[in-house]
């Protein structure tokens, strides 16, 4: 079992900045990529960001250039570092951990933080 818990969304106007985090806890051995989601009001949830154990990473178009997604193994820490953040981007934000093979290739999420940036 891995339990996901986002932090940093909040408020903020347009062209400003927030970071997201996420921490994992429990069998944090077991996991592989992660990743960003987001779902706006009447929209279905889509990928932003995501990055392998490795490091590689890739992005949704409509963030590209403009939000950073990093990990720290050692903290057990996501990240997604959001600039020139626009009216578009308000929607909540989901962190999503995927588990190795070994370890049953399961499917983890957090209970969502808030984004909303006004214009």
């Known amino acids: 079992q891995v339990q996901l818990v986002e932090s940093g969304g909040g408020l903020v106007q347009a062209g400003g900045s927030l970071r997201l985090s996420c921490a994992a806890s429990?069998?944090?051995?077991?996991?592989?990529?992660m990743g960003w989601y987001r779902q706006a009001p009447g929209k279905e949830r889509e990928l932003v960001a995501a990055?392998?154990?490795?490091?590689?990473?890739n992005y949704a178009d409509s963030v590209k250039g403009r939000f950073i997604i990093s990990r720290d193994n050692a903290k057990n820490t996501l990240y997604l570092q959001m600039n020139s953040l626009k009216p578009e981007d308000t929607a909540v934000y989901y962190c999503?951990?995927?588990?190795?093979?070994?370890?049953?290739?399961?499917?983890?999420w957090g209970q969502g933080t808030q984004v909303t940036v006004s214009s």
């Open positions: 429990g069998d944090t051995i077991c996991i592989s990529a």
């Open positions: 990055i392998t154990s490795g490091g590689s990473t």
């Open positions: 999503n951990a995927d588990t190795d093979l070994a370890c049953g290739q399961d499917d983890y």
